[in-house]
């Protein structure tokens, strides 16, 4: 098995909760920005909408965004999220040592969309969102090399347009991924892990040969 390989294959869901605020990290920051070059590498089909790319500080082509929450500001914003809502966010925020926000950039759609529908079902937006997932995955499986414990979450209330403002997340852009990175010593805080991955199939069980 190559490198490669064994990344993908250790890459598993790993969730730490906790009761009290864990230690905050010294070097997390040079670690996540290794971890953001390794993302930005994946493969994108086209350049983001320009209504995305007029901000000065994030004006990138790629259909995606990163914003970054320090081990300080996770630990901050954990207290001040709806306890009624907000799950078990909160004790993942305690344990964290970032928290990585990553959205993708809808293309702007032609006529105003039905209520509840987040955005146009184009092609286009579909090949974003793919572009996304290929970015968070490399950077889930940086974090797994470097022996980061890491999970993909949806978000929960951290995609609600309230949370947006507080982080300063533009509301065009769309939450694909709350993506908690996690240190390996975590004291008595509970660690969790998924219950899908042991229902996981091989590959006789979605793929097929195709005979014309
Ligand atoms: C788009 C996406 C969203 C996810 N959201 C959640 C989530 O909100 N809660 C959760 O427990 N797991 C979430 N997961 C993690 C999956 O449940 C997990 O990857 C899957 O069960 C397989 O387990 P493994 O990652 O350990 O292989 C998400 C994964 C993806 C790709």
């Known amino acids: 098995m190559n490198l490669v ?5 250790e890459r598993k869901t790993v969730k730490i909760l906790a009761e009290k605020d864990l230690d905050c990290p010294k070097k997390w920051r040079e670690t996540v920005q290794e971890l953001l070059a390794v ?8 350049a983001c909408d320009q209504h995305h790319r007029e901000s000065e500080a994030m004006s990138g082509i790629e259909p995606w965004r990163f914003h970054i929450l ?23 925020l305690a344990a ?8 993708w950039l809808p293309n702007p759609s032609s006529e105003t969309l ?18 996304a997932s290929s970015a968070i995955q490399n950077l889930l ?20 347009a309230t949370t947006f403002e507080r982080l300063g997340i533009p509301q065009s852009e769309i939450l694909l991924g709350a993506i908690f990175l996690f240190p390996q ?23 097929r040969c195709v005979e014309l």
């Open 5 to 9: 390989d064994k990344a993908i294959s």
């Open 39 to 46: 993302a930005g590498m994946a493969p994108f089909h086209r």
């Open 70 to 92: 320090s081990p300080q500001t996770c630990r901050q914003l954990g207290p001040t999220l709806d306890p009624k809502k907000a799950g078990k966010i909160p004790k993942m």
């Open 96 to 103: 964290a040592d970032s928290l990585l926000v990553a959205t």
């Open 114 to 131: 039905p209520a509840g529908q987040l955005f146009d079902a184009s092609l286009g937006n579909m090949e974003h969102i793919a572009a």
């Open 141 to 160: 499986l940086a974090a797994t090399i470097r022996g980061i414990r890491n999970y993909w979450s949806s978000g929960g209330i951290l995609r609600e």
């Open 185 to 207: 010593e975590t004291g008595d805080a509970q660690v969790a892990e998924s219950k899908l991955r042991p229902k996981r199939t091989t590959q006789e069980n979605w793929s």
